[in-house]
């Protein structure tokens, strides 16, 4: 049973509904909307009460849909968009999944004021549960394998999070079995969110992605494509879309082999395949190659201003990939979700020898 | 000289399950060498065309990236551990990165 849209949104991101028509790129904020702004303005000058400013959580979701003015331009027959996930607070889309199921714990009591959130991650996933943990009250415990980034280990650092490093060359499955060992040692102490396994997961993307791309879109878009990782944002979004309409492809994507650099990508025939994920959902499924999104990835910075991770970049090779065999004479809009911007890997060896 | 290969789990699939690799080397770049001549399907994944170690494969001796040592003509000397890692999961070598 799917929720409906505009149901059951948390505090946070029904804050954002209020605060979309504000930022509104195109400038076409509707008149009773900017009727309401004014005349809240003008309330709170003469009160003085109500307070100003925006939360930080309130900041999760309703990003840019960026327009390609130029990457895209051998494919005259497309039109390119990407959802900017690197604007949520935390820095990626990981930031909807982690609040949603922080939320969603709460309200089913399954996380406590006072409890832990632990989890096994070293990637953006654990960087919004610290964001979010430290905004929201609660304490957080990661575990980590002794291999992950120097850079990953001080933003999660910052934010407060404790970190239990794992052997190295046990990888992330033995920062998981870390963590597993942890809770079964004190499981009253702690809240485990396994996004691999927590519809809510998904279910943030059907509630707020999948509704932001159609609103941006005008309803215009005909195909959707994102990579598969957990798959929360392949599965939650494209059920929403068909929901609107079954007409859109939704293109789900992969690396085209089990060892790669897609940071956040899953090469499935070959990983621990997630529980959330549903394969009938996809109306195809493409392969990246990772040389293939470091190239885009160095393309994007120069020639269209835009500094993309590289699974962003492969995101976008993928709308490529569909864009090259459209039939003559069909028009089409694409929409892809950017998941990170570059800046988390600058120190990639791909920037010299790609 | 023996040096000890740590095979990546997503490889695992090529060296019949084995998780590493004993090798006869020199260097960095003989053992690989070494170890794609034993298990001819790495090679694609470790190397490119050109034969250039691809730019997402990372590779540690005792824990020190060779690209910060003498890269492939780093020296090995017996007992040595070779690690491969992938640019994935803040460089975790495993398949259930996020």
């Known amino acids: 049973m799917y929720i409906r849209a505009g149901a059951g949104l948390s505090e946070d991101a029904s804050a954002l509904g209020e605060l979309t028509q504000g930022r509104s790129e195109q400038g076409k904020g509707r008149p009773e909307r900017m009727h309401t702004m004014k005349k809240s303005l003008w309330t709170e000058s003469l009160t003085g009460t109500e307070p100003i400013g925006r939360s930080l959580l309130g900041c999760i979701g309703n990003t840019a849909l960026l327009r390609l003015e130029r990457?895209?331009?051998?494919?005259?027959?497309?039109?390119?968009?990407?959802?900017?996930?690197?604007?949520?607070?935390?820095?990626?889309?990981?930031?909807?999944?982690?609040?949603?199921?922080?939320?969603?714990?709460?309200?089913?009591?399954?996380?406590?004021?006072?409890?832990?959130?632990?989890?096994?991650?070293?990637?953006?996933?654990?960087?919004?549960?610290?964001?979010?943990?430290?905004?929201?009250?609660?304490?957080?415990?990661?575990?980590?394998?002794?291999?992950?980034?120097?850079?990953?280990?001080?933003?999660?650092?910052?934010?407060?999070?404790?970190?239990?490093?794992?052997?190295?060359?046990?990888?992330?499955?033995?920062?998981?079995?870390?963590?597993?060992?942890?809770i079964a040692a004190e499981p009253g102490k702690?809240?485990?969110?396994?996004?691999?396994?927590?519809?809510?997961?998904?279910?943030?993307?059907?509630?707020?992605?999948?509704?932001?791309?159609?609103?941006?879109?005008?309803?215009?878009?005909?195909?959707?494509?994102?990579?598969?990782?957990?798959?929360?944002?392949?599965?939650?979004?494209?059920?929403?879309?068909?929901?609107?309409?079954?007409?859109?492809?939704?293109?789900?994507?992969?690396?085209?082999?089990?060892?790669?650099?897609?940071?956040?990508?899953?090469?499935?025939?070959?990983?621990?395949?997630?529980?959330?994920?549903?394969?009938?959902?996809?109306?195809?499924?493409?392969?990246?190659?990772?040389e293939d999104a470091y190239r885009l990835v160095k393309r994007a910075a120069r020639e269209e201003g835009l500094l993309l991770s590289p699974s962003a970049?492969?995101?976008?090779?993928?709308?490529?990939?569909?864009?090259?065999?459209?039939?003559?004479?069909?028009?089409?809009?694409?929409?892809?979700?950017?998941?990170?911007?570059?800046?988390?890997?600058?120190?990639?060896?791909?920037?010299?020898?790609? | 000289m023996a040096v000890k290969v740590l095979i990546p789990t997503p490889l695992r699939q090529f060296t019949g399950k084995q998780e590493s690799i004993e090798c006869g080397a020199r260097t960095v770049g003989e053992a690989l060498g070494d170890l794609t001549a034993n298990f001819a399907e790495l090679r694609k994944h470790l190397y490119t065309d050109e034969g250039e170690i691809r730019s997402f494969v990372n590779v540690y001796l005792n824990d020190k990236d060779i690209r910060f040592l003498d890269k492939e003509n780093t020296r090995t000397k017996d007992g040595d551990t070779i690690s491969i890692v992938p640019s994935i999961a803040g460089g975790s070598p495993n398949s259930t990165n996020d």
């Open chain 1, 313 to 354: 970049a492969a995101a976008l090779d993928g709308c490529f990939q569909v864009a090259a065999s459209l039939q003559p004479g069909e028009q089409a809009v694409f929409v892809t979700i950017f998941p990170d911007s570059g800046t988390k890997y600058l120190s990639e060896r791909f920037w010299d020898e790609v």
């Open chain 1, 190 to 290: 702690y809240f485990y969110p396994d996004q691999y396994s927590n519809p809510a997961n998904w279910r943030a993307h059907y509630k707020t992605t999948a509704n932001e791309i159609w609103e941006q879109s005008g309803g215009r878009l005909t195909h959707f494509v994102a990579g598969l990782g957990t798959s929360g944002t392949f599965v939650g979004t494209t059920r929403r879309l068909k929901e609107l309409n079954p007409a859109i492809r939704c293109v789900s994507l992969q690396p085209d082999a089990a060892f790669h650099g897609l940071e956040g990508w899953k090469h499935m025939p070959s990983a621990m395949v997630p529980d959330i994920y549903d394969a009938t959902l996809a109306d195809a499924s493409l392969t990246v190659k990772t």
């Open chain 1, 71 to 182: 990457l895209g331009r051998n494919y005259p027959n497309a039109e390119f968009h990407g959802k900017a996930e690197w604007l949520n607070p935390g820095g990626s889309v990981k930031d909807r999944p982690a609040l949603e199921m922080i939320r969603d714990a709460e309200r089913t009591g399954r996380l406590q004021p006072g409890q832990t959130i632990l989890d096994a991650t070293s990637g953006n996933t654990g960087i919004a549960y610290a964001m979010i943990a430290a905004a929201s009250g609660y304490h957080v415990k990661l575990c980590l394998p002794a291999s992950a980034s120097e850079e990953r280990k001080q933003i999660l650092a910052a934010y407060g999070a404790e970190l239990v490093i794992t052997p190295g060359d046990e990888g992330s499955d033995g920062a998981i079995i870390r963590a597993r060992e942890i």
